[in-house]
């Protein structure tokens, strides 16, 4: 059974960082994307950054140049690195991935962590 856990939240002042995690477990074969998502009260869910296998990374516009992601392959585990954090940050973030099982190791599944709430005071 694979699943995907966060960590990580909380409550930060504007201007302040927080780092959240995303850990994968269960009988896996290759992890290929990771993302983050976000979604704050009454707004739809949205993509806020992406990383490959190998590396490669790109981010919503709202994010650029404030959050960071990156992840370490043999901990099965992606981080969400958020600088310069602002109100409208506040959300509860989620992790996502597209995960070959060992059970099906010849394509990918969608798998969703349960969120960690982070919230930015003004």
């Known amino acids: 059974q694979v699943q995907l856990v966060e960590s990580g939240g909380g409550l930060v002042q504007a201007g302040g960082s927080l780092k959240v995690s995303c850990t994968a477990s269960g009988s896996i074969f290759r992890i290929n994307n990771m993302e983050w998502y976000r979604q704050a009260p009454g707004k739809q869910r949205e993509l806020v950054s992406t990383?490959?296998?190998?590396?490669?990374?790109s981010y919503a516009d709202s994010v650029k140049g404030r959050f960071t992601i990156s992840r370490d392959n043999a901990k099965k585990t992606v981080y969400l690195q958020m600088n310069s954090l602002r109100p409208d940050d506040t959300a509860v973030y989620y992790c996502?991935?597209?995960?070959?099982?060992?059970?099906?190791?010849?394509?990918?599944?969608?798998?969703w962590g349960q969120g960690t709430q982070v919230t930015v005071s003004s």
């Open positions: 990383i490959t296998n190998a590396g490669s990374s």
């Open positions: 996502h991935a597209m995960i070959r099982p060992t059970s099906a190791p010849w394509r990918d599944y969608e798998y």
